[in-house]
Structure formats: structure tokens, C-alpha cells
């Protein structure tokens, strides 16, 4: 790529575009890319301040092997002397001075996913099925010889016709009709081959990518939404399954293409010569298309993965929408993403289509141009009635056909690159940063928790001034079998506090142990193993109920499972219903009430028989009844186990052991519920304002 022009606003704008295009069309990972495009415009910004905006600058990439070089030519006696008093003077400092020319800067990106990295991660999930893929490709090979021979045998019928030799029609039919056979049974047993490769390698993909997504940071996960993991497990994992076997089909067909040019060229050099000449032509429209098109490709999937993460968020959250009459704002924002999605689509097929049409409108004067060559040679004597019959075949199955397999497979390829990045960079891209569990194992957790001194942020660990903290040097005790409340207003941290303990996030500063070992160092079983959270809007999955209850504990026994829900009061209301425990559960438990689906949470929780049971406002939807014979049942196991509870309402957690109030991430006061009563103000003015809404 190369650039000149002027360091105005616009120049500025239209060649940061063109150098992010470049950087996505080679897949430079994100933070790379960041890092270069920030360095890239304070560079141009501070020549601007120079020189002023009349300036001129020079961009130029090359890409070799597995680096792109990005030169800059700033204006003439301007190298950057500006650069130390830069904000950005650590990103600057990655430019280094050209050895070619004087004014020139140079920055190195290393290629993240060269093609032959792409294809050979593309074949590690078909290799396993080799044997089957080794059949299609045969298959397919016989079938390409059988349709070089066939416009051989056809012309020989049509010139029998013409000469009225009825034997010879007979018996070249009859070898038509054997060459139909066999193709036709050729061709079921490739696509039942190429069927067997796709779904086999699909199967790995996915596998590999849920696990993946799965391990993924929950900070993270947040940051992106579902809709780049829904676009990326189905459809790009689906481009990659079926990729050889395309490849393979595309390859197949060029073979035939080649051994038909061939033949061409046994028969008449010069009509060879023409036809190689028109597929050249067009050859070089057809690359040129494609090549442009796969940084339009790059732009239009980012914009369409936001759209398909607003339709999401529309589908989960249509209820709240409605209740907050809140349709117009929300659709006029479904628009907006609708429209830049499409419209970057149409821009990148408009663009296709007009070289589509260069190609075809030469393709259609080459057609004249072969048949006109035909009729001459014809005339002059020089070609015989039967070959140019032949060539003619063979310039039907070659022209368009040929040029369209061209375009077919250099599309492929950009597809398949463009989906194989995309689900690399969920696997292996720092991008998407996975979960990093320790590696030390607890065989007998006792249930203590201790908190030293630790704060915490959501917003990431670049942002420092304006860093917002949840929690701010908070330190406390939870005792193996105790029952401990976590109280005080919205927003205080009681939740982040949960969530630190199941490693759902990690610290900013300070440790969080479990049984005296950091849990960093700890393994995801000796955490999430021995920790059972139930929240406030527990989240079912649309299985049976049985289901449901059978995915936290995989050999539960019949007894367990009705054991538990009747602890959780669950249990009559699940045999009302016809098929009892095999009940479908709507997606999230939408046919169920709020308190049915936080008591099957409870049930869930139960049957688990963790050493931890965490409880965030988890008996918030039930009537004061239930939620007492549930007290019960969690009374129950106390002293078994470790009871943390998050509660609004004091009166569910008075008789807790030990209650830590909480105020603006803090520990500001802790003891039982006639202590804080007698020396903390805050609570016993939350206690009052609950006894006086009663």
C-alpha cells in the first residue's frame, strides 16, 4: 500500500483508516494494532504542529514472509525531534530511523497468522478423519477424468448423426450412458465422504471453542458480548469444517479445467493461445476483486457481530424493554446498527460487482471473439467439423465456469482466513485472556475465607486516575462452618465481594484465601468445587428440571434429587405439574415464578453439598412462609458448612453468627445483630427503616 498526502484533518482520518485496513487485512492482533495506529496519528499530528497542514507525508507498507514494514516519510527537516515531549513517547519510541532515506521512519509489525498457518491450524481438525477425506478427493479426481472424456464421446455422437452411421450412435451412446453410471455413483460416494469429514471436524472445532470460550475471563466476557461468541461458534466454526473439503472441490474442478486446456492444446495451438489469453484478463480482475475485498470483508463482520450482540441483548431483555417503554430508543438503536452493518455489506458488494461486470463484459467478447476464430479455421480448412465441435464443448465448460472457479476459490480462501482468525483469536489471542487457574489442590476445604487488604476495580488496569474502586482495603475473617451476613445499601460491594471468592474476578490488590492459601494458587476444584452461589436471578437453562439439577452433580441418585428440593420447598410444585421432574424448563425459567426458579437454585445449590454456600438475595421472590421453612433448611447445614449471605431485608439474616456492614467497599463494622444494634448507627438506622415499612 502506498500513500501521499497532505497532513490536513481528513488526510489524517483517510490514512489511519487505510493503515487499520492494512492491519486487519495481515490479522495484527488488537493491542498491536492499537498501539501502532496511536503512535501513527501523534506522529502525523506532531509533524502537523511542524510544518502545518500543507505539509506532505508519504505511508508505505510491504509485507514480507512474516513481517509488515511500515515506512514514513515525514516532511523534509522534520524526523520527529517533537517525539520525548509526546504523551505517547513510550509508543513512539517503537519508530526507528530509515536507513534508506533521510525524514523516513520505520515500524515493524509482526504478521500474527501468516495463510500457511491458517490452512495447517484448518487441517489439525481434519487430519483425524484423513481416511474419509482421502476417499472424497479420489472420488472427486474420478470424476474429473470422466468429464474430460465425455465432450469426446458427445462430439462423436453428433458427428454419427450428421453422417447417419447408426451402429456408431448406438455404441457411443451406450459408452455415455456407462460414463453417467459411473459418475453418478462416483459423485454419492465423494459427497457422502466430504458429509462425514465436515460434521466429524465441526465436532472437534466446537468442542475446542466452547472449552476455550469457557475459560475466558469474566471481565472479558462482559466487555465483549454474546454476539461476536455466536457468530464465531456457528458460522466461522462452520467455514472451517467445511474447509478442505471445499478447498478439495475447488482444486478438483481446477484439475478438470487444466486437463481440458490441455486437450485444447493437443487440438489447436492458436485457439489455445486466445482462450489462455481471455482467462488471463480476467484472471487479474478476479484477483484484484478479492484481494480488495478482504479488508471490506475484516470491517463488515465487526459491524455485524455488533448487531447480532444488540439482537441478543433485544431477545434476553425484550421484557424490561417493554416495561420500560423504552421501544423507540432501543429500535432506533437496533437501526442504527442495522444500517451500519448493511451498509458496510453494501459497499463491500458494490465494489465486487463492478469488477464482476469488467469480467463478464470480456468474458462475453471473448465468447465472440472464440467462435469467430472457430468459423475461420473452419473456412480456411484448418480445423476439422469434429474438433472444433470438441472445443467448443470444452470452451463452454472453461470460459465463465473458469473464471467464476477462480473468483470462488480466492473468495474461499478470504473467508476461510477471515473465520480461521477469528476463532484463533478466541483460542490462542491475548485478546481474549483465559481464566488462569492455580495448580495446587485442596483434598478436604474446612470453609475459611479471609480477605487481606483487598480493593478492587471493574474498569481495566490501564485506567489509573480516573480508576473507580468497588472495594478499597477491605479485610475480614470468615470461620470454617460459620454463618456470616454481608449488609449494607446498593452499590456498597457486597456482591463483588462473592464474587472475588469464586474467582469470577481477580483482586486488583491484596489476597483473598481460602483455608490460607491464595486462591490464585489454588486450582478450579478446590474453588468452584467446594462453592455453591446462589443469586438473586439464578439463571436456568433450557433443559428438563432433572436436567438442570443433574449438571451440578452428574451422578445424583433419584433420592438426592428429591431430597434436596424438598429442602428447597420445591418439591410439590414440581409434581404438580405433568411430567414432573422432566418438565422442560423454558429458556432462563420463564414459565416458572420468580420463587420457583430462585428455590430450584436453592435445590441446585443443595444437592451440590459444597463446603461453601453463598446466598446474594437469594430468597428475595418468596412469600415470608417459604422463606422461612428455606431459612430452616439452610439452618439446617449450618455448622456443616459456610454460610455467606447477602440480604436487603435484616429480619432473613438476624440470627446470622457474625454480620459485616459494609459502606463504600469497606468493613466499617461486624458483629452479631444486637451488637450492631448497640454500636453502629448505619445499621440500626437500616433496621429501623425496615421495621418502619412493615
Not at 459408452?175 to 465436515?198: E, F, G, H, K, W
Not at 404438580?576 to 445449590?605: F, H, K, M, W
Request: hydrophobic content about 40%.
Amino acid at each position: 500500500m502506498k500513500w501521499n498526502g497532505k497532513l490536513d484533518s481528513e488526510s489524517i482520518h483517510r490514512v489511519l483508516v487505510l493503515a487499520e485496513n492494512e492491519c486487519k487485512r495481515i490479522g495484527t492482533s488488537n493491542d498491536r494494532q492499537l498501539r501502532f495506529l496511536l503512535s501513527l496519528e501523534e506522529l502525523l499530528l506532531l509533524s502537523r504542529s511542524h510544518c502545518g497542514e500543507n505539509g506532505s507525508v508519504r505511508l508505505i507498507t510491504r509485507q514480507h514472509n512474516r513481517i509488515l514494514t511500515v515506512e514514513l516519510l515525514l516532511p523534509s527537516g522534520y524526523e520527529g525531534q517533537d517525539m520525548e515531549d509526546s504523551f505517547l513517547a513510550g509508543l513512539l519510541a517503537d519508530w526507528h530511523p530509515s536507513d534508506k532515506r533521510a525524514g523516513a521512519l520505520i515500524y515493524t509489525l509482526p504478521v500474527e497468522q501468516t495463510r500457511w498457518d491458517l490452512l495447517h491450524f484448518a487441517w489439525k481438525y481434519t487430519r483425524p478423519h484423513k481416511g474419509w477425506f482421502i476417499l472424497g478427493v479420489l472420488t472427486q479426481m474420478t470424476s474429473v477424468v470422466l468429464q474430460i472424456i465425455a465432450p469426446l464421446i458427445m462430439a462423436r455422437v453428433i458427428v454419427s448423426l450428421t453422417e447417419g452411421v447408426v451402429e456408431q450412435i448406438m455404441l457411443t451412446a451406450l459408452s455415455l450412458l456407462l460414463i453417467d453410471c459411473i459418475s453418478n455413483v462416483v459423485n454419492i460416494t465423494c459427497n457422502r465422504a466430504y458429509n462425514v469429514v465436515y460434521n466429524k471436524t465441526l465436532t472437534l472445532i466446537e468442542k475446542d471453542l466452547v472449552h476455550e470460550t469457557l475459560r475466558i475471563t469474566t471481565r472479558c466476557l462482559d466487555q465483549k458480548g454474546a454476539g461476536l461468541f455466536i457468530q464465531r461458534l456457528t458460522q466461522d466454526t462452520s467455514q472451517i469444517a467445511t474447509g478442505f473439503n471445499t478447498l478439495a472441490d475447488l482444486i478438483s474442478q481446477s484439475v478438470e479445467k487444466i486437463g481440458i486446456l490441455v486437450a485444447v492444446l493437443i487440438l489447436n495451438r492458436l485457439v489455445f493461445a486466445v482462450m489462455i489469453g481471455i482467462l488471463v484478463i480476467q484472471a487479474v480482475i478476479e484477483t484484484i476483486r478479492t484481494r480488495r475485498l478482504k479488508a471490506d470483508g475484516h470491517i463488515y463482520r465487526d459491524a455485524n457481530e455488533r448487531y447480532t450482540d444488540f439482537v441478543n441483548e433485544m431477545i434476553h431483555g425484550a421484557k424490561d424493554v417493554k416495561l420500560t417503554h423504552s421501544e423507540a430508543a432501543f429500535e432506533g438503536e437496533l437501526v442504527r446498527r442495522i444500517t451500519d452493518a448493511n451498509g458496510k455489506r453494501m459497499r463491500m458488494q458494490n465494489r465486487s460487482a463492478m469488477f464482476s461486470l469488467l469480467r463478464m463484459e470480456i468474458g462475453s467478447f471473448g465468447t465472440y471473439a472464440f467462435v469467430a476464430l472457430l468459423a475461420m479455421l473452419i473456412g480456411r480448412g484448418k480445423l476439422p467439423v469434429t474438433d472444433a465441435i470438441i472445443l467448443f464443448n470444452y470452451r463452454s465448460n472453461v470460459g465463465v465456469s473458469a473464471i467464476q472457479l477462480i473468483g470462488s476459490l480466492m473468495q474461499f480462501l478470504r473467508d476461510l482466513e477471515l473465520s480461521t482468525e477469528r476463532v484463533v483469536a478466541i483460542l490462542r489471542s491475548p485478546e481474549f485472556p483465559k481464566d488462569k487457574p492455580g495448580t495446587r489442590h485442596l483434598e478436604q476445604v474446612r470453609g475459611e475465607i479471609r480477605f487481606d487488604r483487598v480493593s478492587f476495580s471493574y474498569e481495566p488496569a490501564f485506567i489509573r486516575h480516573s480508576r473507580k474502586w468497588v472495594l478499597k482495603d477491605m479485610s475480614f475473617v470468615i470461620h470454617p462452618g460459620e454463618s456470616v451476613a454481608l449488609v449494607g445499601t446498593s452499590g456498597c460491594g457486597k456482591t463483588t465481594v462473592l464474587n472475588l471468592i469464586s474467582r469470577l474476578y481477580d483482586a486488583s490488590h491484596g489476597t483473598v484465601t481460602i483455608d490460607g492459601v491464595d486462591i490464585r494458587e489454588l486450582d478450579n476444584e478446590s474453588i468452584r468445587g467446594n462453592i455453591s452461589v446462589v443469586s438473586q436471578n439464578p439463571y436456568l437453562f433450557h433443559l428438563s428440571i432433572r436436567e438442570n439439577l443433574r449438571l451440578v452433580k452428574p451422578d445424583m441418585t433419584e433420592e438426592e434429587m428429591r431430597t434436596a428440593c424438598k429442602m428447597a420447598c420445591i418439591d410439590q410444585d414440581i409434581e404438580e405439574t405433568p411430567d414432573g421432574y422432566n418438565t422442560i424448563v423454558d429458556e432462563n425459567g420463564v414459565n416458572l415464578s420468580g420463587g420457583q426458579r430462585q428455590r430450584l437454585a436453592i435445590a441446585r445449590a443443595l444437592l451440590k453439598q459444597s463446603r461453601i454456600l453463598m446466598l446474594d438475595e437469594a430468597t428475595s421472590a418468596l412469600d415470608n412462609l417459604t422463606q422461612a421453612r428455606i431459612q430452616q433448611a439452610i439452618e439446617n447445614v449450618r455448622g456443616d458448612r459456610t454460610v455467606i449471605t447477602i440480604a436487603h431485608r435484616l429480619s432473613t439474616v438476624i440470627h446470622a453468627d457474625r454480620i459485616l456492614f459494609i459502606r463504600d467497599g469497606q468493613v466499617i463494622d461486624q458483629g452479631s445483630h444486637q451488637d450492631l444494634l448497640a454500636h453502629c448507627a448505619d445499621y440500626r438506622k437500616l433496621y429501623e427503616a425496615e421495621l418502619g415499612q412493615v
